[in-house]
T-cell receptor, first 111, second 118 residues
């Protein structure tokens, strides 16, 4: 099983700060990368998708992909208490439609 | 429009009983996936459908697990002779499946079925 690793966390940041979430993956054939947010007791919801090296910005969220180093990150600017959730990194590996998920990083934004 | 729906939302069963979990994907989505999330574990892939076919069943943990999809829409995941280690949240997701392929597409998740095996 090819792996997707996330820092074990949890991560706690004050309101208004930047939260940085990191993910590494082992399969160099991976082609598609996703960040999902999961509130406690709820199902995952898509935050960002990224397919090419570089940065992709959407509002307060920026996804960064570096295929050479096999990592993908998510930055959350101006963090809000409502951002408190578990963030899941997911990767579509080469030759497969399934998503391989990391174990998630729990983020707490303190007012 | 309506999202992915799953039923039941919660299921409590006794060890050894069979259970059926249902997933209704987003209308028009031809790709459907089942995942499992256990306490303290990440999301674990079980099976992928494209239309009514299952080209990837690699995640089914044992032959007690099976799934089918009919009419290119509703899918049923069946667990026979349930064991306590089957207790988990079972999540269904769907994606467009453009041109019969789903690689790299965004998957939209349903609310899940919480299964507890006593």
């Amino acid at each position: 099983q090819k792996e997707v690793e996330q820092n074990s966390g949890p991560l706690s940041v004050p309101e208004g700060a930047i939260a940085s979430l990191n993910c590494t993956y082992s399969d160099r054939g991976s082609q598609s990368f996703f960040w999902y947010r999961q509130y406690s007791g709820k199902s995952p919801e898509l935050i960002m998708s990224i397919y090419s090296n570089g940065d992709k910005e959407d509002g307060r969220f920026t996804a960064q992909l570096n295929k050479a180093s096999q990592y993908v990150s998510l930055l959350i600017r101006d963090s809000q208490p409502s951002d408190s959730a578990t963030y899941l990194c997911a990767v579509t590996q080469g030759g497969s439609e399934k998503l391989v998920f990391g174990k998630g990083m729990k983020l707490t934004v303190n007012p | 429009g309506a999202g992915v729906s799953q039923s039941p939302s919660n299921k409590v069963t006794e060890k050894g009983k069979d259970v059926e979990l249902r997933c209704d994907p987003i209308s028009g989505h031809t790709a459907l996936y089942w995942y499992r999330q256990s306490l303290g574990q990440g999301l674990e892939f079980l099976i992928y459908f494209q239309g009514n076919s299952a080209p990837d069943k690699s995640g089914l943990p044992s032959d007690r697990f099976s799934a089918e999809r009919t009419g290119g829409s509703v899918s049923t995941l069946t667990i026979q002779r349930t064991q306590q280690e089957d207790s988990a949240v079972y999540l269904c997701a769907s994606s467009l499946g453009v041109s019969g392929r789903a690689r790299g597409e965004t998957q939209y998740f349903g609310p899940g079925t919480r299964l507890l095996v006593l």
